[in-house]
């Protein structure tokens, strides 16, 4: 569902990075602790479907790679 509305997905992806950034920089001001509920957009652990014996199904293997370059997507760049 979320591929048949990306532009929709687009905008809820940067209403919840606004929000994100906004609490972080109130936090930062008032110096009071990070209480904001996720870090990153990106559920935590291993993608959906993810086996550690040979998978399934072919889908679980580009699973597995689109996972991966969203959270490479997703790393800071490297300024050095």
């Given at each position: 569902m979320a591929l048949d509305d990306l532009p929709g997905q687009a905008r809820r992806f940067a209403r919840w990075r606004a929000?994100?950034?906004a609490v972080?920089?109130?936090e930062r001001e008032s110096g009071g602790l990070r209480r904001f509920g996720r870090f990153s957009p990106?559920?935590?652990g291993r993608p959906p479907g993810w086996r550690r014996k040979k998978?399934?199904?072919e889908v679980h293997e580009v699973l597995d790679v689109v996972h991966g370059l969203a959270q490479w997507a997703l790393e800071p760049a490297?300024?050095?």
């Open positions: 929000r994100r950034d972080l920089a109130q990106l559920k935590p998978p399934v199904h490297d300024t050095s």
